[in-house]
């Protein structure tokens, strides 16, 4: 049981760069999460979603964007990479919204140069 | 004042010590608490619900103080594998959900032999 995947593990970009962090759980949860986490910050949510075709804005949504095709995948969309935007990444899933678990993923170590 | 705060640490004892950590929080509507345990360079992991009559699991016990607004974890006869960050999570809304949770900072732990 893989849980939640995300990929790439690290990666390096250059300002006004774009890429995609993919995530994928196999769990069928209902909700994906994803946050960034920055040195002596906790963890910051950026966007959200309840389900398939539904995704709503958390903390931190500027700069990124998501969709929510199937249950499975949850992509998170850099289109202009900034400084600002060096962070650790995590995608996490749970069962529902009512004090479940989150299941997160082994994160994605961004640099933006 | 921050929404949830932990001393950061580190907190550095001896195999088979008892170690303590307090987390506070700001909103006293919050209803659902948590300790995550997050190993370097790793992602979070939940380690524990806080409830309301305190909660115990093995060697952690988990309290909750509303009045005072604070939760704390207990740590007895700590282990070599037990150092990590630990992360208090609080729901800073009514209900239990996921997408209002807040993240501390950590409290990192250092178990020397």
């Known amino acids: 049981n893989a849980g939640v995947t995300q990929t790439p593990k690290f990666r390096i970009l250059k300002i006004g760069q774009s890429m995609t962090l993919q995530c994928t759980q196999d769990?069928?949860?209902?909700?994906m999460y994803w946050y960034r986490q920055d040195p002596g910050m906790g963890l910051k949510l950026i966007y959200y979603s309840v389900g398939a075709g539904i995704t709503d804005k958390g903390e931190v949504p500027n700069g990124y964007n998501v969709s929510r095709s199937t249950t499975e995948d949850f992509p998170l969309r850099l289109e202009l990479a900034a400084p600002s935007q060096t962070s650790v990444y995590f995608c996490?899933?749970?069962?529902?919204?009512?004090?479940?678990?989150?299941?997160f993923g082994n994160g994605t170590r961004l640099t933006v140069t | 004042r921050k929404e949830v705060e932990q001393d950061p640490g580190p907190f550095n004892v001896p195999e088979g010590a008892t170690v303590a950590f307090n987390c506070t929080y700001s909103?006293?509507?919050?209803?659902?608490f948590f300790w995550y345990r997050q190993d370097c360079r790793k992602e979070p992991k939940l380690l524990m619900s806080v409830y309301s009559s305190g909660n115990e699991d093995g060697r952690f016990t988990a309290q909750l103080n509303r009045a005072s607004q604070y939760i704390s974890l207990l740590i007895r006869d700590s282990k070599l594998s037990d150092s990590a960050t630990y992360l208090c999570?609080?729901?800073?809304?009514?209900?239990?959900?996921?997408?209002?949770?807040?993240f501390g900072t950590g409290t990192l732990l250092a178990v020397q032999p």
């Open positions: 999570v609080v729901n800073k809304g009514y209900g239990g959900a996921t997408n209002k949770l807040i």
């Open positions: 996490a899933s749970s069962r529902d919204s009512d004090n479940s678990p989150l299941h």
């Open positions: 769990m069928n949860h209902n909700y």
């Open positions: 909103n006293s509507a919050s209803q659902s």
